[in-house]
């Protein structure tokens, strides 16, 4: 079984649909994180939670929300969904330990079209 | 806000040598980091930078100089395999990672 499983794997929906997104993790990490995908703009940050009660923006949380119900799981939503949210989603972990190499350990991604 | 710039495409021979740079601007500065990722797949990890010089892990190697706000990650004894786009990222003073466009990287046979 995967470290990070993101589900739906690919979801495609209409203007103005809530949409959300699950992440689960059984890695242990305190750490999650969920990118965004755009060819050509590379991967940005949407929200970032680094414990259960701590919710981040990143730089581009407009039209998306995030809930941290537990430790293992993080899922973002699209309250109105629009064309441009269309994307390759990333949930992704990483331990925080505290030491410099703190990588990130990356979901299979979700694709979601919203026409 | 960061900066990260890096070529869009490369192409080499297998066998042959790439080098993919990357340049960044960032406030403040805690590591740099190099992904691979094939495509319709997640990111992996590769490498990580904190201070200048080289680091070597087989055939990949990643170079790293503060002073200019610039990495390198060079490919070595190319396999087809290895097509793919590789990620430069660096985090901020705060922590937080940005990533660069990518390079997409095709190797020839």
């Known amino acids: 079984d995967a470290d990070v499983t993101q589900t739906p794997r690919n979801r495609i929906t209409k203007t103005g649909k809530r949409i959300m997104l699950e992440c689960s993790q059984t890695?242990?990490?305190?750490?999650m994180y969920w990118y965004r995908q755009d060819p050509g703009l590379g991967l940005r940050l949407i929200y970032y939670?680094?414990?259960?009660?701590?919710?981040n923006k990143g730089e581009i949380s407009d039209g998306y929300s995030v809930s941290r119900q537990a430790q293992a799981k993080f899922s973002l939503s699209l309250e109105s969904a629009i064309p441009n949210q269309t994307a390759l989603y990333f949930c992704a972990t990483s331990d925080g330990a505290g030491t410099g190499n703190e990588k990130l350990f990356f979901g299979s991604g979700t694709q979601l079209s919203v026409l | 806000g960061q900066n990260i710039d890096q070529p869009t495409e490369m192409t080499a021979t297998e066998g042959a040598i790439v080098q993919i740079n990357c340049t960044y601007q960032t406030s403040g500065f805690n590591g740099l980091f190099w992904y691979q990722q094939h495509a319709g797949e997640a990111p992996t990890f590769l490498s990580y930078n904190v201070l200048d010089g080289l680091e070597e892990k087989g055939r990949f190697s990643s170079f790293l100089s503060r002073s200019k706000g610039y990495s390198y990650l060079l490919l070595k004894e190319l396999q087809m395999k290895d097509s793919a786009s590789y990620l430069c990222?660096?985090?901020?003073?705060?922590?937080?990672?940005?990533f660069g466009a990518g390079t997409t990287v095709t190797v020839r046979a």
């Open positions: 890695k242990g990490h305190d750490r």
């Open positions: 990222a660096v985090r901020d003073g705060d922590y937080k990672l940005s």
């Open positions: 939670s680094f414990d259960v009660k701590d919710i």
